[in-house]
Structures are given as structure tokens and as C-alpha cells.
């Protein structure tokens, strides 16, 4: 058999340390953790009757929220003065984007509204809505053994191109989970979500 020439085996054995150190590194790696279960919310599409049709179209602001809020991680406060997130789930998008996207898809459902869109769309509105999210957490408050879903939004009507603002309103509700499963919280958080969305609607559209 030929002998190898010295610098050969010198690679070679180099070469093998490197591919033995490279497998011990890897091997202390931290496992990643399975990707987090995501939940989306559904738009209102239920309006009385009797809703005015509108001749304006309308543009909605992306909400401002606490920074705590401004997430898609799905907040949970045991106490008044705290806030945390349920491990293993989050919303498809941050809270402000998704609140915002369901608001358009509310109004659009409405059949009453010339234009509706996000602000930044190039379409002219007649109004923006200014739109605050205040509350989206479940709450445990004095050691509750289930959440109550809170949902708190503010929204001010604001006239264009002047920016005037016409008109100012909280809408607000609370609603028990069934239980602590993941998907009864998250069909409450629905629920509650959309009782506020068509108060908005209903209120924003009877202001003409």
C-alpha cells in the first residue's frame, strides 16, 4: 500500500478534530421549542335593520395601545396592577393590527359604507376613526378559578381634511370563560371582541 505523505494525514486528522468538535458543539445546542399554537378572531357581520346607509367613506387608524397590549403574545392579568401571557399561544398578528383589520372586514360586513380602509391606503376619506385599545386581557382578579375577558376601546370620529374631531366613545364589555381551556378563552375573547366592533360600527354610522 502507498504511503500517504505526512501533510495529507496532517489534514486528515484536522480535518477529523474540526468534524468532532463541530458535533460536540452541536450536541449542547438548546432544543428549540415547538412553534406557539396561533388564534385569529372573527369580524361582526349581524347589524339591525334599520343601520343608515352612509354616503362618506371612512379610514381607520391603526390602534394605540400599552405596550403591553401592543403584542400578539394573549395577555393574562392575575392582579390589577400586573400583566403576563399564556405560554404556547399567540394571535396571528399583534392585538392593534388584528383589532384594526377586523374593524375594516366589520364595516365592510355592514353593506352600509361607500369606502372603509386602513389609514395609509390610497383611497380619500371623508373621516378617519381614531381608535385606542384600553383592555384585551382575560382576568383571574381575587383568585378566580376562570377568566373574564376585558375589552375596552375609545374611538374619536374625526372630520377630514380639517382633523376635527366630531365625536368621542368608549365601548367596553366583560364576559366569564366557561373554563380554562385555551379555545373557550379565546371563543370568549371573540365574543367579547365582537359585541364591541358592532357597538363601534353601529355608533360610527349613526352619527350621520
Same mark, same amino acid.
Given at each position: 500500500?502507498?504511503?500517504?505523505?505526512?501533510?495529507? %494525514?496532517?489534514?486528515?486528522?484536522?480535518?477529523?478534530?474540526? %468534524?468532532? #468538535?463541530?458535533?460536540?458543539?452541536?450536541?449542547? &445546542?438548546? $432544543?428549540?421549542?415547538?412553534?406557539? /399554537?396561533?388564534?385569529? %378572531?372573527?369580524?361582526?357581520?349581524?347589524?339591525?335593520?334599520?343601520?343608515? /346607509?352612509?354616503?362618506?367613506?371612512?379610514?381607520?387608524?391603526?390602534?394605540?395601545?400599552?405596550?403591553?397590549?401592543?403584542? !400578539?403574545?394573549?395577555?393574562? !392579568?392575575?392582579?390589577?396592577?400586573? %400583566?403576563?401571557?399564556?405560554?404556547? *399561544?399567540?394571535? *396571528?398578528?399583534? !392585538?392593534?393590527?388584528?383589532?384594526?383589520?377586523?374593524?375594516?372586514?366589520?364595516?365592510?360586513?355592514?353593506?352600509?359604507?361607500?369606502?372603509?380602509?386602513?389609514?395609509?391606503?390610497?383611497?380619500?376619506?371623508?373621516?378617519?376613526?381614531?381608535?385606542? &385599545?384600553?383592555?384585551?386581557?382575560?382576568?383571574?382578579?381575587?383568585?378566580?378559578?376562570?377568566?373574564?375577558?376585558?375589552?375596552? $376601546?375609545?374611538?374619536?370620529? +374625526? /372630520?377630514?381634511?380639517?382633523?376635527? $374631531?366630531?365625536?368621542?366613545? #368608549?365601548?367596553?364589555?366583560?364576559?366569564?370563560?366557561?373554563?380554562?381551556?385555551?379555545?373557550? $378563552? *379565546?371563543?370568549?375573547?371573540?365574543?367579547?371582541?365582537?359585541? +364591541?366592533?358592532?357597538?363601534?360600527?353601529?355608533?360610527?354610522?349613526?352619527?350621520?
Amino acid at each position: 500500500m502507498t504511503e500517504l505523505p505526512r501533510r495529507t %494525514l496532517l489534514a486528515q486528522g484536522l480535518a477529523a478534530a474540526g %468534524l468532532a #468538535g463541530l458535533t460536540a458543539a452541536c450536541s449542547q &445546542l438548546p $432544543i428549540g421549542r415547538p412553534p406557539p /399554537q396561533l388564534y385569529t %378572531l372573527t369580524p361582526k357581520s349581524t347589524y339591525p335593520a334599520d343601520l343608515p /346607509q352612509v354616503p362618506w367613506q371612512l379610514a381607520i387608524e391603526r390602534p394605540s395601545a400599552p405596550a403591553g397590549l401592543s403584542s !400578539a403574545r394573549i395577555a393574562v !392579568a392575575r392582579e390589577p396592577l400586573t %400583566l403576563d401571557y399564556y405560554a404556547g *399561544v399567540a394571535w *396571528v398578528d399583534d !392585538a392593534p393590527n388584528m383589532v384594526q383589520r377586523l374593524l375594516v372586514e366589520s364595516f365592510e360586513n355592514s353593506n352600509r359604507i361607500i369606502g372603509v380602509g386602513r389609514e395609509g391606503v390610497s383611497f380619500r376619506s371623508d373621516y378617519t376613526l381614531k381608535v385606542e &385599545l384600553r383592555e384585551f386581557q382575560a382576568e383571574y382578579f381575587n383568585a378566580a378559578a376562570t377568566p373574564t375577558i376585558n375589552v375596552r $376601546i375609545n374611538v374619536k370620529m +374625526v /372630520q377630514m381634511p380639517q382633523r376635527t $374631531i366630531i365625536a368621542s366613545q #368608549g365601548f367596553d364589555t366583560k364576559r366569564p370563560a366557561p373554563s380554562n381551556r385555551m379555545s373557550d $378563552i *379565546v371563543q370568549t375573547f371573540d365574543a367579547a371582541l365582537g359585541i +364591541v366592533l358592532r357597538d363601534v360600527v353601529i355608533w360610527t354610522l349613526r352619527l350621520s
